[in-house]
């Protein structure tokens, strides 16, 4: 039988590979309808936008709220969004319910 603690750390694993499924390449252009209702947010490129999207899932907010405090995560600006409508940019995603995390590719 597994402890308790052997319990979360299995089902952190089993959260961080089904939202890793879940995150894929997407066009900025099929995101402008996430974005007009203001649901979009962009996470800094030192975090990992995997484990981001684990903390909104398991309603960690104290983490949540010190990235928001740090600005390492942030509402889409219109600025950012006509520039990477401008450049089509195709951007990381994965979906949070109710909101779309993105992160700009980071360059190897």
């Given at each position: 039988?597994?402890?308790?603690?052997?319990?979360a750390?299995?089902?952190?694993?089993?959260?961080?590979?089904?939202?890793?499924?879940?995150?894929?390449?997407?066009?900025?252009?099929?995101?402008?309808?996430?974005?007009?209702?203001?649901?979009?947010?962009?996470?800094?490129?030192?975090?990992?936008?995997?484990?981001v999207?684990?903390?909104?899932?398991?309603?960690?907010?104290?983490?949540?709220?010190?990235?928001?405090?740090?600005?390492?995560?942030?509402?889409?600006?219109?600025?950012?969004?006509?520039?990477?409508?401008?450049?089509?940019?195709?951007?990381?995603?994965?979906?949070?319910?109710?909101?779309?995390?993105?992160?700009?590719?980071?360059?190897?």
């Amino acid at each position: 039988m597994m402890t308790t603690q052997a319990q979360a750390n299995q089902e952190q694993k089993l959260l961080h590979a089904k939202l890793n499924l879940e995150t894929s390449q997407i066009a900025w252009s099929e995101l402008l309808r996430y974005f007009a209702g203001g649901l979009v947010i962009v996470v800094g490129s030192d975090l990992d936008l995997v484990d981001v999207a684990a903390r909104f899932a398991i309603d960690d907010k104290t983490t949540v709220e010190q990235w928001l405090n740090a600005g390492k995560l942030v509402k889409a600006t219109d600025q950012q969004a006509s520039g990477w409508l401008e450049a089509d940019t195709l951007l990381w995603a994965v979906v949070a319910r109710p909101w779309v995390l993105v992160q700009e590719n980071k360059l190897a």
